[in-house]
């Protein structure tokens, strides 16, 4: 069976994406040429048509679009492995946090001082991601533990620990038809415009609801309440601070929302352990408190 090297797939995914040779061997810094052959060279190999060709344009043929898909996985594999790799052998190394801001449930500190007091802490450095690629910086390699919300992240490949179960929360214009309720169901918000949550492939929210505008995170989302184009279903810590020009409700039987902290699957280091026992202690104290 045909083998890939990894720089030959390189080569290819840089062409697929760019759809032109010339931009691709620039972004590679080889010449245009050496590109062209080694194409041509993989297709042979490989025993298939990979890009459709003319002197105006090139096009992926499902074959192409085949090992595209593939070859990027491949290749972020590649990247993690040498990143772990790197990191485990590294005895100084830091303990690497992402979180998104505003997404720790006022649990880091404790979180924080909790692993400071253990005789094997490191020092953490806190890493900031967006809405839903912080799982994808533990996948790679470039965080070591997330604060992820679960069942909205994509928990692919890691384990976890619940820190906090909350529920949800609506948070509607003050002149709402509902906001002069203290409580809503799902069923009140089944025909509400909610927002469509960049990346995020599953909200929980009524499925006959209407699809309003694209948001990022609870900030834009927030700010499309206040115009009035949207309403929205949050994490009740994610609805923290209250912004008083809105109006924020229990969602009774909306699914619980869970803040966990997230590790790779095959990650066994004691740097990492370490930390997550902390964590759990921390926001069990945490929670006794309350």
């Not at 090992?67 to 830091?94: F, S």
């Not at 906001?179 to 909610?194: N, W, Y």
């Not at 095959?266 to 990492?272: E, F, G, K």
Request: glycine share 8%; charged share 25%; with cysteine.
């Amino acid at each position: 069976m045909a083998e890939l090297e990894t720089r030959e797939l390189e080569y290819f995914v840089a062409v697929a994406e760019e759809l032109h040779f010339g931009r691709a061997a620039a972004c590679l810094a080889i010449a245009q040429p050496a590109l062209s052959k080694a194409i041509r060279r993989l297709e042979s190999r490989l025993g298939v048509r990979l890009l459709e060709r003319s002197s105006r344009h090139v096009a992926l043929t499902p074959a192409g679009e085949a090992l595209l898909h593939h070859g990027r996985h491949a290749l972020d594999a590649v990247g993690a492995a040498a990143e772990k790799a790197r990191r485990a052998g590294d005895r100084q190394a830091h303990l690497r946090l992402v979180i998104k801001p505003g997404g720790d449930a006022n649990l880091l500190s404790g979180i924080l001082a909790a692993y400071a007091g253990r005789p094997d802490a490191r020092r953490v450095d806190i890493l900031f991601g967006g809405a839903t690629d912080r799982a994808d910086h533990v996948r790679a390699g470039r965080a070591d533990v997330a604060l992820l919300y679960a069942p909205f992240d994509d928990m692919t490949g890691l384990d976890h620990e619940i820190l906090l179960v909350e529920g949800r929360v609506a948070i509607l214009p003050p002149d709402h038809r509902l906001a002069t309720r203290s409580q809503v169901t799902l069923a009140d918000l089944a025909r509400e415009t909610l927002p469509r949550w960049k990346g995020v492939r599953w909200t929980g929210a009524p499925e006959a609801a209407g699809q309003g505008p694209e948001v990022t995170d609870a900030a834009e989302a927030l700010h499309m309440i206040r115009l009035g184009r949207t309403i929205a279903i949050l994490p009740r810590s994610l609805a923290q601070p209250m912004h008083p020009d809105l109006v924020y409700r229990p969602v009774t039987d909306a699914p619980d929302s869970e803040l966990v902290l997230a590790w790779s699957r095959d990650d066994r280091r004691r740097m990492v352990a370490s930390f997550v026992a902390a964590a759990v202690e921390a926001a069990g104290t945490t929670r006794g408190r309350g």
